[in-house]
């Protein structure tokens, strides 16, 4: 990721170096108050919801010295039947040198990203994936651990329809730390890739673990018959007090968010002091600014 990178979507290409690389920029940036005014400009497309993702590129941009405006799916053509492709390459057409973008369609954005004259970041595809998300965890791992120690990624939940889990089975074999998953047998979808454990039952897989990656319940990507999963979720795969007695007391707990409280996890879970959800979120803010930097080429 550098000045001549024109699109981050996937980690196709993307070396350890890079990763590691890209960490100390956000080091840097976090000790960075505020750039001077920089001539890009940052469009922010996103076709469906986000608190974090969306919020983190902004604030990161003004920190960087980016010009930001936003797009939103309510307020945007899309909403009159114009494809998400001609809203993409209207956007171009207006010379913002950086959009990122978030929407429902799988693997669009490899298809439109070569025939755009901005530069474009995933902002979270479809289930495809969501690689900052990745990235940001990851960094929050390294720092929690103070650099990359061997780690063992229990990942919980509704796998299968998760863009973050899909970016975690890429990032996470880059780093070299093992992954094994539980939840739900009709949300895991993973039996063929031989590298991913499988555990059946959630005390074991937490026995195992080193970090404890719950996951939201994708309710919008289900279809109709999901209700037995949604249960056996909560009954059997809740990160919650009894649970995590299973994890051992330097392992970490982590979620993407949005959490749904009492679903994927309880109060107490969000509370532990194992808990990392909070530092995601701040090291969202400085990853994707490192990002941003990197790619548009503005020193730190
Ligand atoms: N983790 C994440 O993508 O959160 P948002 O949907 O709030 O952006």
Excluded at 218 to 243: G, M, P, T, W
Aim: charged share 25%.
């Amino acid at each position: 990721m550098n000045s001549t990178t024109r699109a981050f979507i996937d980690f196709e290409g993307v070396t350890l170096e890079d990763v590691e690389t890209l960490f100390s920029v956000a080091h840097r940036f976090e000790k960075h108050l505020q750039l001077p005014l920089v001539p890009h400009t940052l469009g922010l497309i996103f076709l469906e919801p986000s608190t974090r993702t969306r919020c983190s590129f902004e604030v990161a941009g003004l920190k960087l010295g980016l010009r930001v405006f936003n797009l939103e799916s309510a307020e945007s053509s899309v909403m009159k039947g114009e494809s998400l492709e001609d809203t993409l390459l209207n956007l171009d057409a207006m010379g913002p040198s950086l959009l990122v973008v978030r929407h429902g369609t799988k693997e669009l954005l490899r298809e439109i990203a070569p025939r755009l004259k901005s530069k474009i970041i995933s902002g979270g595809e479809g289930i495809t994936g969501h690689p900052t998300q990745a990235l940001l965890d990851v960094l929050t791992i390294y720092r929690a651990r103070k650099g990359f120690k061997k780690e063992r990624v229990l990942i919980i939940g509704d796998v299968i329809h998760s863009r973050v889990a899909h970016s975690h089975f890429d990032l996470l074999h880059l780093i070299g730390f093992e992954i094994a998953v539980c939840g739900p047998r009709e949300w895991l979808g993973i039996e063929k890739d031989s590298r991913i454990k499988h555990f059946s039952r959630l005390e074991e897989g937490l026995q195992w673990a080193t970090i404890a990656m719950s996951l939201r319940i994708q309710k919008e990507r289900h279809d109709k018959n999901a209700s037995s999963s949604f249960e056996e979720l909560v009954s059997s795969f809740q990160l919650n007090a009894k649970s995590l007695r299973h994890l051992s007391e330097d392992g970490f707990i982590m979620h993407p968010g949005p959490v749904n409280r009492d679903v994927e996890m309880t109060r107490e879970a969000m509370e532990d002091s194992r808990c990392l959800i909070l530092k995601q979120v701040n090291n969202g803010v400085i990853l994707r600014g490192a990002l941003m930097a990197s790619m548009l080429g503005i020193k730190i």
